[in-house]
Each structure stands twice: as C-alpha cells, then as structure tokens.
C-alpha cells in the first residue's frame, strides 16, 4: 500500500491536532497543570500529541514520531503526577509545536526533495524534551521486568499509558495483534488476570514470528494507548543465565517496517471504522464542481420555466414546477456541504495573538464569538489573511503597554474580541479592540505631507479615515518591526475583502478602541440579486445592499451643491445614474426607477431604466478588460440565455 495516497487525510488530520495542541498550550500559561481547567488542558494536549504520533507511524514519518513521542512521554508524566509544569516547560512545548508542525509540512510535503532539511531535525528538540526524564526513565528501565517461560521466540514487554481506561481490554488487543504477526507462547500475566481490578498495564509476551523488530514494535505501538514496547533477547548464553535479559532497542510507535503493513494494522482495526461511517471528507475541487453543476442546472431550470410557460401546457408546467424544486433542493444541499462554523479558522488565532503580545510585551485578553456561524468554506479561507493583518495590527497599533494602560485607568490586559454575526444574507465578522484608537491627528498630517487630502483639512471622519490608512503604502509607523511598519496591512485587507464582494467598515474612538468590520456574503457561488436595465443591457445588484426600489418620479430630484439627490421620508440621499457608470447618454428621468443602496451607514439611489425582478444568481468570475469600470465583480447568465454583469455596490458608495 503506498502511503502517499493518504498524504492529504493526514495532512488535513495533522492541522486540526496541531490547532488543539496550541490551544491547549495556550490555556496552560494561565492556570497550574495540576488544577482542574489544567488537567483538562494536559489531557487535551496529550491526547492530540498521541494521536499526531500514531498517525505518523502509520506513514513512516520519523522526525514527527520521534518528536510527538518525546511530548508524549514529558506529558505522561504530568498526567500521572510525577512531574508539574512550570513555565520553563510550556515554553518548551510551545517551541516543540512549532518544531511539530514544520516537521508534518516538511514530512508529508509532496516534492520531499524540495522539503527544508531543517524541519525535519528535531533531534535537539527531543534531546531537550527527553533530558527532563532521564533519571525517572532510568529508574523504570532498572525495575525488575515480568518474567516469561522460557520457550520460542522473542520477550515483548509492553506498558500502556498511565489511566488507560479498560487497560486489560487494551492489553488484550495489543495480544490480538501481536498474534496476527506470529504465535504467542505466553502472556504473563495471563489474559484472564489482565481482567482483573489489579492491572497496572504492564504486561509482557512471548511472541514466535518470522519479522523483524520495528515491525514488532510498530504493530503492537498502533493498538493505541502504547506507552512503550520493548523486544527482549532473553534466550540463555554461555555464562550468562537467563534472567539477565539484554534490551535490544526501544520505540515507540516509530519504526521502520513495512508501510503496507503499517497501514492495515493502524487503519484495518474495527475500533477506527466506527468514526468513519458518519463522516466522509470530500476534496473542496469536487464540492466546486457540484456547485458548478449546481448552477448550470438553475440556469437551465429558468429557461425550460419561461418556455413551459410559452406553450400553456399544465402537465408540462408540474413537470418544470417539480424539476424546478429538486434542483433547487440540489443546490442547496450542495452549498450546504461548502458551509463550515468559523471556528474552523478561527481556532488559529489565539496562538497569533499570543505570540504577537509576548513579542511587544503587552498583556492581551483574546475573545472569540459566534463560533458556529457558518460561511462558505472557500470563502472562509480567502479571509483568514486579512484577518491574521487585523489583529496583529490590534496588538501592535491598538492595545498600550500595560503601564500606559494603567496611567489612563485601564486594565493591565487589553481585550480583544473577535466575532462573528448573521445579518440578513451576510456573515459580519468584527475585529475590535479597547486601546487608543487610531491617531487621527498623526494619520491627517501624513495624508497631508502626501497630499492624499487638503491642507485646510482638520478632522478626518471613520470612512476618509479607512480611505487614507488602506492607501497602498501609507503607514505611520516610526520603525518597521516583524509585525508592521510596511504600509501593506489595511490595504491588503480592503483589496480581498472587496474581491470577495464584500466591506469593510472603520470605527474609531479616541482612548477608547478600534473596530474593524467585515461584511461578507454567505457563499459566492449562488447569491440572490435584484435584475435591472439599462438601454438594451441587463445587470446585477447583490440584494445584501438593496434596502427598496421605488418609481422614480421628476418632482423627487433636487440639486444640491451640484449633485443630484432624493428625499426620501426627509433624508437626502445622492443619486447615481448606471447610465452615467457604464457611459450610455443620458435620459429623462420620468419613467426610471431608483434602486436604494446600503452599506453600513452609507446610503445612495441608484436610477436604472428598468426592474427586471429578482432572481438568485450563479456568479461567473471574470478578468475585466483594460479600462473597464470597476464597479463589476463578476457576471451571470440570465434565465433567456444572455449575460448581466453584476455590480460591486461598495465601489460606487
């Protein structure tokens, strides 16, 4: 069995341990690993760390078996009492982690020759993490070892973790699979007694079978809750008598067997299939292509309704009606399977927090709300960078030092939320910190130097201040740090989140914080749209930023200060003319109508020719032509077979 066609599930099974463990390491800087919340976090961290060495294994990766066995063992010993973190120590696992994750990049990478040498030593790491148990592990290799009858074969002496739970059953299993690589001559103590109240897990074998080590050692490793397996050459020398058993090595879920085998003991186990028949995990290329199906299946659908609906025949208008719904139903099953809680992405942040606040010395309270708010996966994916730039941008712009803080009567710790809320057919995804705010003061006097704004100006307001700091460049860094400095944050930002059809939205107070608002739709492949025209051109408006529409009346449009407006329930609001946008001539105003546009508090008309309806869309990417507006983010295909470009609304308010 080749086990570079599962390189993707352990990758993808790989990262998500790799989130627990620096989640667990996280919350164990704040409490002792002997309370409560403490033991749950080294229970957590071990758990993932022994799964992680399993797994690689299964594979043959060493340099990641080697290191996760040696956090395994420091954090078996904290499981069991004989050891306490200190500070020392966390930072230690912190550093393995990193180390961790390098190595399964490095390991699973699927061009190994172009993989860093480096990540894949980890030997001064397990050196450091093994030299915290060098006399304990002493003094249990010095305790005297279950004797076995003499007889053929091999001694296997094997301990189970400490607090497995059901160890005789356990135990039982490790027999069974040792049986499956040969005959076993004995068990001591019996299978019978392993039942019993009294076992500890350690228990020892005499195995018959033609392999070698590591294929010993890696078949029982991967019964799970292995905590070591030795193979034993006790059979009688010449002066020597037989109770002076000679090790002959030690591993411990690492070997360098047969990875075919490997596989069919780790993955062929009864106790695995279980988990597998509820969940399946799909490769996102193929979810795209059921949405891409899924779509041309709507369009196709609309088409057969509006000649269903030429022709007046009732059996073939209940045959459209009902093909209609199933498609319907189709695809949102399939945009169903996309969705995914954000937690999924943001599960990674506190360890980006926490690094960027022990990096400046800062002390910060990270919060996270509404985990389970669902959003398309690709999309979710696309956001994480942006996201990643706010809150390093929070801990380095935002939050004081802890001396600051005090002197203007804070908290030591700077609190900083992230979360996430449904509004309407859009996710809002909230950055928002309760530092300094931004220095409008400092910001107004680069702008001007750069003459981005007038010299006369003396207040920039929360959306002219977004407009300024997302100016490719600008930064009012003094220094450029590991963290800022280089005037690329905002404005990558502002550049992804709009590519992704969605705002952004600044609020800033004065000693009081910073918020950074994220609004995005659900998913970008099928979104609903309110239909329009203008001359003999169709276009798209996303409904996420349409409030209402209205029959444009002459009486309704005053000029103020030069610019077209509407009152509307005594609001002014401006217009905008799609004709004007996209460079068709002018026309009377009478007979259009006026599309009302809302972005956070920004609010203006849109005046179109014509209201088509709505319609729930499939957006079709494009690469728009040199000198084109860029108010479209993509097009449709209309139910008659034509195109309509879709507007990007946040481009025109």
């Not at 599960?347 to 980006?352: A, M």
């Not at 492949?525 to 209205?550: C, K, Q, W």
């Not at 860029?630 to 077979?641: E, K, L, Q």
Request: glycine letters at 8%; charged letters at 25%.
């Amino acid at each position: 069995m080749d086990p570079a066609r599962y390189r993707e599930l352990f990758l993808t099974e790989a990262r998500d341990h790799l989130i627990v463990i620096n989640q667990a390491l996280i919350a164990l800087e704040h409490v002792p690993s002997n309370g409560g919340a403490g033991r749950e976090s080294v229970d957590e961290l071990f758990r993932a760390v022994h799964t992680v060495k399993g797994m690689s294994g299964v594979m043959g990766y060493d340099a990641v078996g080697a290191l996760s066995h040696a956090m395994e063992t420091l954090l078996a010993r904290v499981r069991a009492g004989e050891e306490a973190l200190d500070g020392e120590q966390v930072s230690l696992l912190f550093d393995a982690a990193d180390a961790l994750e390098h190595a399964v990049e490095a390991s699973a990478s699927a061009h190994p020759q172009s993989a860093n040498p480096s990540a894949l030593d980890v030997a001064s790491l397990v050196d450091r993490l093994q030299g915290r148990r060098e006399v304990a592990r002493d003094r249990e290799r010095a305790s005297p070892m279950l004797l076995l009858p003499p007889g053929e074969g091999v001694a296997v002496h094997v301990h189970l973790e400490p607090g497995t739970l059901l160890p005789g059953a356990r135990a039982q299993l490790v027999v069974a699979r040792a049986r499956s690589l040969g005959t076993v001559v004995a068990v001591v103590p019996d299978e019978a007694a392993m039942l019993g109240d009294g076992f500890d897990g350690t228990f020892a074998l005499r195995l018959a079978a033609a392999c070698d080590e590591a294929r010993i050692i890696s078949a029982l490793s991967a019964a799970g809750y292995v905590r070591e397996v030795r193979v034993v050459d006790d059979a009688p020398r010449e002066g020597q008598a037989s109770e002076n058993a000679r090790p002959r090595g030690e591993v411990a879920a690492v070997g360098d067997g047969d990875a075919g085998e490997r596989f069919e003991a780790a993955w062929g186990s009864d106790a695995l299939k279980a988990p597998l028949q509820r969940y399946v995990r799909i490769d996102l290329r193929r979810l795209d292509h059921l949405m891409t199906l899924a779509g041309e299946l709507m369009i196709v659908r609309g088409r057969l309704a509006q000649r269903a609906a030429r022709h007046g025949d009732p059996v073939l208008e209940d045959a459209v009606g009902e093909a209609s719904r199933l498609i319907s139903e189709l695809q949102e099953g399939v945009l169903g399977g996309r969705m995914v809680p954000v937690w999924q992405v943001f599960d990674r942040f506190p360890r980006v927090v926490r690094d960027a606040a022990r990096s400046l010395g800062k002390e910060v309270e990270f919060v996270v709300e509404g985990r389970e708010i669902e959003l398309d996966r690709a999309l979710l994916e696309q956001v994480a960078d942006p996201l990643v730039h706010l809150l390093r941008n929070a801990v380095d712009h935002g939050i004081e030092s802890p001396e600051v803080r005090v002197a203007a009567g804070k908290r030591p710790a700077g609190r900083l939320t992230l979360s996430a809320t449904r509004e309407r057919s859009a996710v809002v995804i909230r950055v928002q910190d309760d530092g300094r705010g931004v220095n409008r003061a400092k910001v107004l006097a680069k702008a001007r130097a750069l003459g981005m704004v007038d010299a006369e100006r003396e207040r920039l307001e929360d959306d002219e201040l977004l407009r300024v700091i997302s100016r490719a460049g600008f930064s009012t860094a003094d220094r450029v740090t590991e963290l800022s400095g280089r005037g690329v944050g905002i404005d990558a930002v502002l550049s992804r989140v709009r590519a992704l059809g969605g705002l952004v939205d600044l609020r800033s107070t004065d000693g009081a914080g910073t918020s950074f608002s994220l609004r995005l739709p659900v998913t970008l492949a099928v979104i609903p749209a309110l239909l329009a025209r203008v001359g003999d051109e169709s276009y798209a408006v996303p409904l996420t930023h349409v409030t209402e529409s209205l029959q444009l009346a002459r009486g309704c449009v005053r000029t103020v200060r030069g610019r077209e407006v509407i009152v509307i329930r005594e609001e002014v609001l401006p217009l905008l003319h799609l004709r004007d946008i996209v460079g068709l001539p002018a026309r009377d105003v009478a007979s259009s109508h006026v599309v009302m546009l809302s972005l956070a508090d920004r609010r203006a008309g849109l005046v179109v020719d014509q209201l088509l309806g709505q319609e729930e869309i499939v957006v079709k990417p494009f690469d728009a032509v040199r000198g084109a507006a860029s108010c479209f983010n993509g097009a449709t295909i209309m139910s008659d077979g034509s195109a309509a470009l879709i507007l990007e609304a946040s481009s025109l308010l």
